[in-house]
């Protein structure tokens, strides 16, 4: 039977949609296992939900746009219920409700696995909540992109456990791409687990593990410091039931790690060492049916513990918290993922010509005098700046974040914004979600109750508490002309959302503690919006969620190391931001860490300009330093001619990146492109994880070692092949070249 609009007595319509598409509700398939709700989304998507017997109704914070259901037909026999969109067809088995997802044409995309829903009622104090997880069966060759920011190093998640937490350096967005044409979003706000590990084995201290000492620069409410850290050693074994690929994932046990070490039967798998890290990192890794040995060397307060998980071709998501099993699928090519994504969860406005400029930063600018003498002597040297940044403490004695300028550093903030403006560049001020009790504004919040019990972070949460921040912000900061807003540590810092309550109703954070950043930046934007009607906002953050795109924030990587390994984290870092729908990101060019003695040590210089000059192909050119003044003239000859290079070389491409960003606003268009984008079909492509499209027509190759005259690179099959920018050499595509390599320069490689 074939029905167009109609529901069957096998199925009902819902009265209210899941979402603000669809307004007609959702098709609800009764099955023998629950009721599966199908709900058509656009021409290429359909959101899955099945609800637990009880649970707590959460705000919609993802899907935020109003469009009109796209036209669907039903199509029922005696085992299934199928809903035929344009683009994507969902079938419903009405036995045991699994569902398999095909594209307009019928060709299959992904199929729940068989018994791999999963469905648990749990509570959070006295909020009803569910345990959810859905397993998927894999393609062959199926290839998966996204999940946010990570230092984990692996572009390619298939097969990969990871925790979605956000901490600085690590931005959790549940959102992935296949090489295979689908996408998938977890619907979800809490904790997620992608590929969750099947057993977990907590390690032991060891005996003969003598804690180390080592001294570490870090940050405080009273300035930069530096902290003595203890580590120590510890030991465990696990044994692998098969020979396979197996995925590690190492928890540190607490909310930040200062260093991710693991070995495996003595091989070093992880080697990552931060004052600010993720508490969890993961590896892939080739092992053998039998017992391995693992050594973690961690901080002292560590109680480290190793999950693992054997990679059977599948793909799992699980939330120990949720409302409901709710996902949405997606299909067609990445940008049509995208474009859908987006067009759901909100559009990304046109970003302000100043970001696709240069933007400069260090840790940080101590004074006004100190400020406007650096933006003089850009200007007196010709380097083109277009963004200058004060970084924090800018309100010295006043209280963290106190929105007040020290008055003896900061005098007369107003003149300091107009002498930039008559060099033509621009402010862009740090401005934190977290306030200082003890300031005057402090106490203020603290006695109307708008803080996070137990931190100093205010609470989003409550619309009183986000509109009385922002009221503070706009009198005290937005009035005086300030451009641009960097807003750090919008996470908040070390996940402290978990185990703390939220907004007016008191709920658990546990169900919000992925999307505070969401909140924080819509208030900053909206309240920006109505203040400056005829600007588009530019803010920076630090972290992200589903829909920030929306509010048109960059995000950045967070406060990283130097190193090349570390570049190269970054780069992979930035692509799966871009896999996860999120237009605009960039990182600390040359690391926020950085060498004491990096004016001289010439192999500290090479990398920062390494740094540097990939960032000009970033969709934003930032440079940062910790405790560095960051200016290129601060260096001998040879390294500020090649970093002043950078500048022009970036200048020069503006027009090509203003074009890019208007197709990012007016066409959902990604700028950075992981070659998935381009090059699903290219298996080869599909193994490059630092190569990437910049915009329809450079390929970008970052140099990731020391001392390269030459280097191998990938260029995928293209008709009218490769231009290599350096020397015009002309190469056909879909093969491994040897390119060379100037100092001054990375290879680019034109589409032709």
Partial sequence: ?????????????????????????????????????????????????????????????????????????????????????????????????????????????????????????????????????????????????????????????????????????????????????????????????????????????????????????????????????????????????????????????????????????????????????????????????????????????????????????????????????????????????????????????????????????RERYVSSADLLENARTFREKGIPVDIIVQDWQWWGRTGWNSMQFDPENYPDPQALVDSLHAMDM????????????????????????????????????????????????????????????????????????AGRTVGKDNLPGELYRNVYPLKVVKTAYEGLRKARPDEEPLILTRSAAAGMQRYGAVTWSGDVGNDWETLRRQIIGGLGMMSAGQPWWTYDAGGFFRPGNQYEDPDYQERMLRWIQTAVMLPVMRVHGYMSKTEPWRYDAATEEFFVKAIGDRKELFPYLRSCADRVAREDYTLMRPLVFDFPDDEEAMKQDTEYMFGPKYLVCPVLAPSVDSMTVYLPANGGGWKLLDNGSIYPGSEYVEVPVRPDAIPVFERL
């Fill in 1 to 361: 039977m074939t029905t167009f609009g109609k529901i069957s007595l096998a199925i009902a319509t819902a009265v209210l949609a899941l979402s603000g598409c669809g307004r007609r509700g959702p098709v609800d398939v009764r099955t023998a296992s629950g009721t599966v709700s199908i709900s058509p989304l656009t021409d290429n998507s359909v959101r899955i939900r099945v609800a637990g017997a009880e649970t707590y109704e959460p705000e919609e914070l993802y899907y935020t746009e109003k469009c009109a259901r796209p036209r669907f037909r039903i199509v029922e026999d005696e085992q299934t219920v199928t809903v035929i969109q344009q683009k994507i067809r969902t079938v419903c088995d009405k036995t045991d409700g699994r569902l398999r997802f095909f594209d307009g044409d019928g060709n299959p995309l992904l199929s729940e696995s068989e018994g791999g829903r999963k469905i648990g009622e749990t509570r959070i104090g006295d909020t009803p909540a569910v345990s959810v997880s859905q397993r998927f069966e894999r393609q062959e060759k199926d290839h998966q992109f996204g999940l946010g920011q990570f230092q984990d190093g692996y572009l390619d998640v298939s097969g990969l456990s990871r925790r979605l937490t956000q901490v600085n350096t690590q931005i959790s967005i549940p959102v992935v791409i296949s090489n295979k044409g689908y996408g998938i979003f977890w619907n979800n706000y809490g904790l997620t687990d992608f590929n969750p590990s099947e057993q977990v084995v907590k390690l032991e201290r060891a005996e003969d593990g003598d804690g180390k000492a080592i001294y570490v620069n870090a940050t405080s409410t009273h300035g930069n410091i530096r902290e003595r850290r203890m580590f120590e050693t510890f030991k465990g074994e696990f044994t692998a039931p098969e020979d396979g690929r197996y995925s590690l994932l190492l928890d540190v046990g607490q909310k930040m790690a200062r260093k991710l070490y693991m070995e495996i039967d003595g091989e070093v798998v992880s080697d990552l060492n931060n004052p600010w890290l993720p508490p969890t990192t993961s590896v892939k890794m080739d092992l053998t049916a039998g017992t391995h040995s693992i050594i973690v060397r961690g901080s002292r307060g560590d109680s480290p513990s190793v999950g693992w998980r054997l990679d059977r071709g599948d793909t799992e998501f699980s939330s120990p918290v949720a409302s409901a099993l709710d996902y949405t699928v997606f299909s067609g090519s990445a940008d049509e993922i995208v474009g859908a994504f987006r067009t759901l969860t909100g559009k990304a406005p046109r970003i302000d010509d100043a970001a696709l400029g240069y933007v400069h930063c």
């Fill in 426 to 497: 621009k402010l862009m001020l740090s401005v934190w979600s977290k306030i200082d009790r003890s300031s005057e504004l402090g106490h203020r919040m603290d006695s109307l109750g708008y803080y996070i019990d137990g931190t100093d972070w205010i609470d989003f949460f409550d619309d009183d508490a986000s509109a009385y921040y922002w009221n503070n912000f706009e009198e005290k900061l937005v009035s005086l002309g300030i451009d641009a807003w960097w807003l750090d540590a919008t996470e908040p810092e070390n996940d402290d959302l």
